[in-house]
């Protein structure tokens, strides 16, 4: 089984940056997991922000944050991170880290989620 915490979200003005953590736990080895990091706001579905393989540090990012968001990883403490500058209001949301064992399909079919963390955006 595997455990997601996320924190460090919280209200910024637009132009502004967060930094968003998660950290992972579990009783196994983390070196063929692909991370990711998806959004919710309300009365919208989730979608994909980023994503980054755990051993190879490989990353894809959706369009709308491509630039401005950066995902990380630092194995030591387990954690994953998720740079976010030039805030906008539309990324008003909860942010969500997600965990999967396979192949590198970034944008789908994660098994293991947090619990969230929101972000919110003023104008």
């Known amino acids: 089984q595997v455990q997601l915490v996320e924190s460090g979200g919280g209200l910024v003005q637009a132009g502004g940056s967060l930094r968003l953590s998660c950290v992972v736990s579990?009783?196994?080895?983390?070196?063929?997991?692909?991370m990711g990091w998806f959004r919710q706001a309300p009365g919208e579905e989730r979608e994909f922000v980023a994503a980054i393989s755990w051993s190879g540090g490989r990353t894809e990012y959706a369009d709308s944050v491509k630039g401005r968001f950066t995902i990380s990883r630092d194995s030591a403490k387990k954690t994953v991170f998720l740079q976010m500058n030039s805030l906008k209001p539309e990324d008003t949301a909860a942010y969500y880290c997600a965990a999967k064992l396979g192949g590198w399909i970034p944008r789908v079919r994660y098994d293991y989620w947090g619990q969230g963390t929101q972000v919110t955006v003023s104008s």
């Open positions: 579990g009783r196994t080895s983390f070196s063929s997991y692909v």
